[in-house]
């Protein structure tokens, strides 16, 4: 494959682009169904590995020679190159302002456990084993031997303590509320072995604390005492843990930070591991280095992808992904092959998200008006080119999920989120009090049209916004997409009265997207509201959220609170859903094989999530030059 330019790639891209769009676009008598590809294998006839045998006639990997540290010049062809938001820029502490996961540190701390939803498979990794009580008002764990830090510091049961204990002590600091919520102390019993007391029963707090999954887990916990047991309460948030020269940050993960500044961030294999050493990994990773390099916009990603310059961007566009399916489809795949929708379903569906603390979309007649206004599927078919699917909660379709959603079928018969009903629309807006002015657009009783602009973020939403906000504005809500260069903080400090957003919360089930309707979430108009960004809550759904985290995720109580919730949830629909969001993540074959793909789904591909490590341990050098 030649290399090619910028203005090449937007040629063929427009091209590419113009014929899904017309194909979209084409009556549904017209176009010939494509055959949706199976997301998840029903009973895969054997389990999926992070490393199946490769086929003889591939080409042998290269030689890793012995490191040392820190690192000088590493080969492309043991380079893998991601190309994310932001670089981490020398910011490595998890406590810090402006840290995040995202940009490549998820390498570095290790969990308990990482869990697979798209194969439903838990990875124990540091913990050997857990179990609770009777009540779940204690958590025992137990480790795995060989355990150290990387500057050969033994970890022990004692870390995990010292820093549950801190964040109890210090609220405020980053992904610690479970621990100043519900800790009462948590203690060393000896190396191995942890014991946590709680003030009251969570039947969760394994998976939902120290079970990485998504963006989910608290990777704060999992630090050295010894780095932070001198740390004054006050220093936390400044204190510097970066120090190339002598390996620092220090993890018990196999890579270390080389060089860190706004242009790349080097994530670099350490010379020892302990999960080498101890025998619980056969090998090091294929992977020497991994480099993060801040994300510019989706063509000049595609025209890498094409040159060989990155192996794995954000997640883009469909229309993008297809152009470079047909331009470079001999090094450069998706999680579906070349069939559409070109990746997984992601935890993260979308809605039409109200701030309910302002009128009148703090009426559910408005909210529920609103919603029958949107024609999902011409939605997905004009702005996906048909590579999606709508959706009719606020749960990712996800087997253990889609369990729930299936024994509620009634409540969703009778609270149609999918109908497209601009009849039904029209009466709630009359009954909530709305007329129609000259120009057929709502108006209060004094005259006043609400403000109902639409923000959203580009490129993240630049297709689906436009083509949804010219459905609202047709149906009589003066609606325009809106994408200011704060548009993320607008959507949750109040000022956007809709705006799309996702629901980063359940994986198997419902508690943690619960946990996005808490009051204590709810902040005040003006402040960036992250937890709870519709503002929404009532008595019930606050009851119920409370039982749910004292009732077992096995425990058959589980369905009659999830029908409780979800009757709360339609009654007042605080968000419209409308489709279920996914990552097409077109990744590089030229250098690494073995990506996740819906035949072999080891864990879901996107390496800004906290399951990166997962996906690169199980990455292939194909010995290319």
Known sequence: MSRISRREFVKLSATAVAGTILTACAPAATQAPAAEPTMAPEAPAEEPTMAPEAPAEEPTAPEVPARTWPLGDVPRNQTLIYYNNTSAAGNFNPFAAGYTHQNGNAILYEPCAYYSTHSDKTYMWMAESYKYNEDATVMDITFKKGITWSDGTPFTAADIAFMMNLMKATPGLNRGGTYTSELDKAEAVDDLNLKVTLTQPDWRLFFKSLTYRYDLGDYSVLQPMHVWKDVPADGIQTFSVYDKAKGWPVSTGPYGVGDSNDQLTNYDLRPTWWAVESGFVEKYPDVVRIQEQPFTNDTVAGQKLINNEIDHPLDLRP???????????????????????????????????????????????????????????????????????????????????????????????????????????????????????????????????????????????????????????????????????????????????????????????????????????????????????????????????????????????????????????????????????????????????????????????????????????????????
Request: hydrophobic letters at 40%; a negative charge; one cysteine or more.
């Open 319 to 625: 229309m993008v992904v297809a152009s470079l399916l047909a331009q470079a489809g001999d090094h450069i795949t998706t999680w579906t092959n070349k069939q559409m929708p070109y990746g997984y379903t992601d935890w993260w569906p979308i809605s039409v998200q109200f701030c309910t603390a302002k009128p009148p979309f703090d009426n559910p007649k408005v909210r529920w008006a609103i919603s029958y206004a949107i024609n999902r599927e011409q939605l997905v078919s004009i702005a996906w080119g048909g590579a999606g699917r709508p959706a009719n909660s606020p749960f990712p379709e996800f087997k253990k999920l889609d369990e729930y959603m299936a024994g509620i079928k009634d409540l969703t018969d009778q609270y149609n989120v999918l109908e497209y009903n601009l009849e039904k629309s029209a009466a709630l807006m009359t009954e909530a009090g709305f007329t129609k002015d000259d120009q057929g657009y709502w108006v209060d009783a004094d005259g006043v049209r609400p403000d109902s602009d639409l923000y959203a973020g580009v490129p993240l939403f630049g297709d689906l916004a436009p083509v949804l906000a010219q459905m609202l504005d047709s149906a009589g809500f003066a609606c325009a997409h809106k994408a200011p260069n704060d548009v993320w903080a607008a959507k949750v400090d109040g000022r956007a009265s809709l705006f799309l957003f996702g629901h980063g919360g359940a994986t198997v089930d419902p508690y943690d997207t619960m946990q996005l309707y808490r009051k204590a979430q709810v902040l005040e108009m003006g402040q960036q509201s992250w937890g709870n960004i519709t503002r929404w809550w009532n008595d019930k759904t606050e009851e119920i959220a409370e039982e749910t985290n004292k009732t077992a995720m096995d425990d058959p109580k589980m369905a009659e609170l999830f029908r409780a919730w979800m009757t709360e949830y339609y009654t007042n629909l605080p968000d419209a859903p409308i489709v279920q969001w996914f990552h097409r993540i077109p990744v590089n074959t030229t250098y690494w094989t073995n990506w996740p793909n819906v035949d072999n789904p080891y864990m879901n591909s996107a390496l800004w999530h906290l399951t990166e490590a997962i996906v690169v341990y199980g990455l292939q050098a194909t010995g290319a030059a």
